[in-house]
């Protein structure tokens, strides 16, 4: 079956940036979307359509994409950005949504 | 504003059945594809099931396929799951999610999302 890679953990200290990066083959023909998991809480999108940033996202998010791997990016990291992140797009062909395993964001 | 509650969830043995409901306010529900996510314990996420906004199209990931039937009702504005056949792996937190899938764009992004319902197979 069709899979997204990320990282399991990343951390990074208060003000520096955190790249989250998510692979998968067809990376380069479907959009990927980002999600923020806080503990005990549902998830809520930070990044649309590999670059796009909802209304309501602090600017300090962002995401980036290079053929197969797509990257988030947190400028200016803050306490309250710890959480887990999860990576989601279209499997291979295109029928059904994939997330990847998801990144623990430490910020130390 | 737009919210999302699920219900439904509860401790069944293996091999047993449950209906999980999810009521939608806030939104036309009837213009939005919803879907079904599911997360077990200090696991990741899993999309479980679609269904477009007249009911006609559904979607099922292959481990829930032949067990687990998606419908919604748009009077009531309430989506659900019905559950047969449940397995120990089957145990997780289930969130309903409203899903952008459109003509243009399907897979596409998931939200908002509810609190979630734990569900919960074991003898």
């Known amino acids: 079956s069709y899979e997204l890679t990320q990282p399991p953990s990343v951390s990074v200290s208060p003000g520096q940036t955190a790249r989250i990066t998510c692979s998968g083959d067809?990376?380069?023909?479907?959009?990927v979307f980002w999600y923020q998991q806080r503990p005990g809480q549902a998830p809520m999108l930070v990044i649309s359509q590999d670059t796009e940033r909802p209304s309501g996202i602090p600017e300090r998010f962002s995401g980036s994409s290079s053929g197969t791997t797509v990257t988030l990016i947190i400028s200016g990291v803050q306490a309250e950005d710890e959480a887990d992140y999860y990576c989601?797009?279209?499997?291979?062909?295109?029928?059904?949504?994939?997330f990847g395993g998801g990144t623990k964001l430490t910020v130390l | 504003q737009v919210q999302l509650v699920e219900s439904g969830g509860g401790l069944v043995k293996p091999g047993g059945s449950l209906r999980l409901s999810c009521a939608a306010s806030g939104f036309t529900f009837s213009d939005f594809y919803m879907s079904w996510i599911r997360q077990a314990p200090g696991k990741g996420l899993e999309w479980v099931s679609y269904i477009s906004r007249s009911g006609i199209y559904t979607n099922y990931t292959d481990s829930v396929k032949g067990r687990f039937t998606i419908s919604r009702d748009n009077a009531k504005k309430s989506l659900y799951l019905q559950m047969n056949s449940l397995r120990g792996e089957d145990t997780a937190v289930y969130y309903c999610?409203?899903?952008?899938?459109?003509?243009?764009?399907?897979?596409?992004?998931?939200?908002?999302w509810g609190q979630g319902t734990l569900v919960t197979v074991s003898s």
């Open positions: 067809a990376l380069s023909k479907y959009y």
């Open positions: 999610a409203r899903d952008h899938c459109s003509s243009d764009s399907c897979p596409n992004w998931f939200g908002p």
């Open positions: 989601q797009s279209a499997d291979s062909g295109g029928t059904y949504a994939v």
